[in-house]
């Protein structure tokens, strides 16, 4: 080797090697710039103030809204007509979101031909403040017209782009790219969004046999078939009648599965909460879990099984353990509560902080047999050691029910009053007393 080329690889003795100083010098380089850019960027993007308002409030009189729309929506959709949304109703939409993620605070803005959605949230306990605006306009079909993040905007049409690049690292953002090209006819009133939703034919190909739930989880239909035999078996040869028994069957499944396939005992678990609810749910539920094809022919219980000697609350549990299983508890605990505000109305049962024990029994369940190896190890000896259904919820003679709408707003107001608030915290002592759930939140 040339002596010149030795020195500039090797360097001469007792100095460190050319290649190294240059390498060295273009790492700093570029450590350098990044940090800078990162400061640039946090400067730019964090604000002092938020330019969110605070969410508005989830009351009866919003999830009644909230409801009403949504099934207007799918009406209007499935007729392939123009979907409207009013004012009052797009606010209760983001009063439910507020409350499922009340860090975030959602503002809603209409005029003539144009809509802006703020979104805040803060950081560093509110002394300073991530804030995204969306910004959108009538239009046949290029109707997004900015994203600003901070001080920082981006244009619209870039929008769809970077989601569909995005696609292997943010999840869903293929899917939400895709909804979001087929909003066609953007136009936009103060009191009124109105729009058409055009999918295209591959999408409208999948519609057909949509199975909802089941693109939330990673569990394959013979999995849970597996789990839905064990429960139609058991209930053969038993005609038990209490949840507790099919939960000990179900769970008693998943530990030899595990065992024999190798596959984790939170896999096993959510595979059998899951199934539990379509064994026992409605066909709505198993339509949403399994679509029209795969749903024919599905086993589910014969006999009426309780909790508590009420179907009602089994239904409530499994559910909720179902729902936690697919996303996560503040979507399974949202549901609850829904569903109980709208109970609030004229002609329905009444809101029933039973029911929302038994939601939350479901979900605390469900955390110890999904959040960790060592939670799903110990619900497993304790469901071998034996449980009834005592053991799954505490007396609830107590607490109130039938609750109907004015008396919800007299005592209670909204979600995030003081007096509601109370009850919940009584509900989470109740449930954090039972060994079954000692130690969860």
Not at 247 to 272: D, Y
Not at 286 to 309: C, D, K, M, N
């Amino acid at each position: 080797m040339p002596q010149y080329l030795q020195t500039r690889l090797v360097g001469r003795p007792g100095m460190t090697p050319y290649w190294f100083r240059r390498l060295f010098k273009c790492a700093s380089i570029a450590l350098l710039s990044t940090l800078l850019l990162a400061i640039l960027l946090l400067v730019v993007i964090i604000e002092r103030s938020p330019r969110a308002q605070a969410n508005t409030e989830l009351t009866p009189g919003t999830t009644l809204l909230a409801e009403a729309a949504g099934q207007r929506a799918i009406k209007q959709f499935l007729q392939a007509e123009s979907l409207q949304l009013h004012r009052p109703e797009l606010e209760a939409l983001l009063a439910i979101a507020g409350h499922a993620y009340p860090e975030f605070s959602t503002q809603l803005m209409l005029a003539e031909q144009q809509a802006e959605l703020r979104v805040s949230y803060p950081l560093w306990s509110g002394r300073a403040y991530l804030n995204l605006t969306l910004q959108a306009g009538d239009a046949e079909s290029k109707w997004l017209h900015r994203l600003q993040l901070g001080k920082l905007r981006v244009p619209g049409p870039w929008l769809l782009p970077a989601l569909r690049l995005s696609g292997s690292v943010l999840p869903a953002s293929d899917e939400l790219a895709e909804l979001l090209a087929g909003i066609q006819q953007l136009s936009i009133t103060p009191e009124l969004v109105r729009f058409r939703l055009v999918l295209s034919e591959d999408e409208q190909q999948d519609t057909q046999d949509w199975s909802p739930l089941q693109q939330l989880t990673a569990i394959a239909p013979a999995e849970l078939r597996r789990y839905q035999q064990q429960l139609y078996q058991f209930q053969r040869d038993t005609a038990a009648t209490e949840l507790s028994a099919y939960l000990m069957a179900a769970f008693q499944l998943a530990g030899e599965q595990s065992q024999r396939s190798g596959s984790s005992l939170q896999h096993e678990h959510r595979a059998a909460l899951l199934a539990l609810a379509s064994f026992f749910g409605t066909d709505h539920f198993r339509w949403l879990f399994w679509g029209s094809s795969e749903g024919q022919g599905l086993l589910s219980s014969s006999i009426q099984v309780t909790l508590a000697g009420r179907e009602d609350l089994l239904l409530h549990f499994v559910y909720s353990a179902a729902i936690e299983a697919l996303s996560n508890r503040r979507i399974a605990w949202l549901a609850g509560e829904m569903k109980e505000l709208l109970d609030t109305n004229p002609g329905r049962s009444g809101f029933s902080f039973v029911d929302l024990l038994a939601d939350k029994a479901g979900l605390y369940f469900a955390s110890q047999a999904l959040s960790s190896k060592a939670s799903a190890t110990r619900l497993q000896q304790q469901l071998a050691r034996g449980i009834d259904d005592s053991d799954l919820l505490p007396a609830f003679d107590a607490l109130q029910e039938g609750i109907q709408y004015e008396h919800f707003i007299r005592y209670y107001t909204n979600l995030e009053s003081e007096a509601y608030q109370k009850q919940l915290a009584a509900l989470q002592q109740k449930l954090g007393a039972m060994p079954l759930y000692r130690g969860k939140d």
